[in-house]
């Protein structure tokens, strides 16, 4: 399995931007869909995920209400659209994946195949 992240870039505060993550390969084995970021000087966090099979979503509470995870089968794509950004929302974020669903889907260690990375960045 494969992920390409892409979307960041440069927005100011109370902006949006939305991520797409590509998934390519054995695809169908990644019923865990997820979204973390990692600021400068700070330990990856999670931000949000899908479970695909579901196709329900849990989400940070510092994102809850801002953000929203979206996919679409036919491009095997993931989206994370990010609404009302602030400057904390900065960071590069990454895309994750593994076969099966867990209940400890908040934690880095759990997944198999991440993504490139793509800098978000909001000025205020």
Request: with cysteine.
């Amino acid at each position: 399995v494969q992920l390409q992240a892409s979307g960041g870039g440069l927005v100011q505060a109370g902006g949006s931007l939305t991520l797409s993550c590509a998934v390519s390969g054995r695809t169908l084995r990644t019923d865990a869909m997820v979204w973390f970021r990692q600021a400068p000087g700070k330990e990856r966090e999670f931000v949000g995920a899908l479970r695909r099979n579901m196709g329900t979503t849990y989400y940070a509470d510092s994102v809850k209400g801002r953000f929203t995870i979206s996919r679409d089968n036919a491009k095997n794509t993931v989206y994370l659209q990010m609404n009302n950004l602030r400057s904390e929302d900065t960071a590069v974020y990454y895309c994750a994946a593994r076969m099966h669903w867990i209940t400890d889907y908040r934690a880095a260690r759990h997944y198999d195949w991440w993504g490139q990375g793509t800098q978000v960045t909001v000025s205020s």
